[in-house]
Structures are given as C-alpha cells and as structure tokens.
C-alpha cells in the first residue's frame, strides 16, 4: 500500500508499505510481462483499476508512459531516504529510451543524500547502460543496482548484474514461485526474498526460502525476508523459522539507525515537495 500526494498532476509516494525501502519515484509507469515473475503483477492489478479515470495519474493503466515531470522530484525530498526507483515500471524496459535513463540517472546523481534501489528484469540491458555510463569505475554507492528473480531458471539475471560496474548489487527473488537452486552470490551484496500476493498468489515452499538464506549466511550476504504473501502481503506474516530477518547492507543499516536517531531527538525536518 502506497501512502501517496498528488500535487498539480503529479504523483510521488512518499512513503510505502514496502518492508525494504522508504519512498517510491516512479518517473516511469506501466511495463509489459517478460517472465512466469510478471504473471500477477501487483503494479498492473493496481493500474488497470483506474484506465479510463479521467485525470488519475494511471487513467491509461498500466501502458507504459514516460513521465518528465517527475525527474527532479528527489532533489526537493531534502530528508534523507531509500527510494525504490520505479516500483510501478521497469526502467530497463527496451521502449525506455537512454537518453530519458540518462536524465534519471543524472538526477539520482545529484541527490547523493538518497539511496536510489534500481530494480530491473531487463538485466543485459542494465548492464550494458550502465557499463558505458560508468566505464572506469563503479556506479556511486549511493545507486543500488539490482535484478529481479523468481526462480532457477533466472539465473543469467544474475550473471548480468554482476557483470555491471555497480557499486551495490542487490538481489530482490520476489515473487519466490519456484526454486533457485545454487547461486553464484560472488560481489552480490543483498539478498531480498519473498513470496506472491494477490488472489491468484502462488504460494512459496519454505525449503525454497531456506536454501536462499543459507547460502546468504554462508557467504556473508545479508538476507532480507520480506513476506511469505498470499491473498494479502502480510497473510502469512514474515517469520521464517520462528524470526525476522531484516538485514541490510552495512552502509544502510547506518544510515537507518542514525536517521532512526534523528526522529528521537526530534531533529527530522519536513520534506518540502516541489508543486
């Protein structure tokens, strides 16, 4: 559930329901099925509501649509945060030119105080661009570069992210709808996990999650359990064999515990959205 504003036209969420991030940015919307992962997409579902809803932000559902007028709205979140980059899109999608991944890409730049999560299923095509930006040297660390995976046989997402020049690589394995099998977690940097939700959730085998975590802890990634989902993403809770497991990687556990500070002392400020 996205806690969202609407401001002349424009649309941010400023804060999500989504365990592994803070806010969502999506200057891009709408997105078309790649893999088995995209069958009951959450953002399509959510979309499709309001396709023809004259002056709502989705009123042409989930067609994919450029959106410039969301380009700069981090630079006016001054509070630092973690910003899923697209969540209701892919920014890889090949009808995504990259001169406009360029100017995303710019921004994100930009706005250092953030932590940008960049998740695509398009992962040669996040690779190539991002191996021409950054041809010398890594992507800032504050850019997370990451792939999403649902099962075994996704497994060259994998070898594309890293084979990218990323600073952060992360893995999001969400919707978990089969099992992975051995993964190569060499330069990988975080491991999300989770199970489908929707009416028509697939459901996740708890060996499946399993595997993943141990392979996680004997590599020393850390492991992010999100959900096992059903008809609700919080049906079945998020314990896996009697806890939570929430970690994250050592840049932003510090960062999460000193922001976490900051409101106990009552020294976070206001975000000042652009109108």
């Known amino acids: 559930m996205l806690r969202s504003v609407f401001v002349l036209g424009q649309y941010m969420a400023r804060t999500t329901a989504i365990e592994w991030t803070d806010a969502t940015w999506n200057p891009v919307t709408g997105c078309t099925k790649i893999s088995a992962g995209c069958d009951f997409c959450y953002a399509e579902r959510f979309s499709e509501r309001f396709r023809g809803v ?42 995504v030119p990259f001169d406009y991944v360029d100017r995303l890409f710019e921004t994100m730049e930009q706005a250092h105080w953030h932590q940008f999560q960049v998740l695509t299923k398009r992962s040669s095509r996040l690779r190539d661009y991002v191996n021409a930006r950054y041809p010398e040297a890594s992507a800032p660390s504050h850019i997370w570069l990451g792939i999403s995976a649902e099962d075994g046989t996704k497994k060259s997402r994998i070898r594309h992210l890293r084979q990218a020049n990323a600073g952060i690589r992360f893995l999001s394995i969400e919707p978990l709808i089969g099992p992975m099998g051995q993964i190569d977690l060499d330069g990988i940097h975080w491991v999300i996990v989770g199970g489908e939700s929707g009416p028509k959730a697939r459901s996740m085998q708890p060996e499946w999650a399993r595997e993943i975590r141990d392979q996680c802890k004997a590599a020393n990634v850390p492991f992010f359990f999100k959900q096992w989902g059903g008809l609700r993403p919080k049906s079945g809770g998020r314990d896996l064999d009697g806890r939570e497991w929430s970690e994250w990687p050592k840049l932003q556990r510090h960062r999460r515990a000193r922001r976490k500070q900051e409101t106990q002392d009552g020294g976070a400020a206001r975000d000042h959205l652009a109108a």
């Open 54 to 95: 004259h002056g709502h932000p989705f009123e042409h559902g989930f067609d994919l649509r450029l959106r410039p007028e969301r380009l700069k709205q981090p630079l006016h979140w001054r509070e630092p945060r973690m910003i899923f980059v697209n969540s209701m899109s892919d920014l890889f999608h090949k009808r």
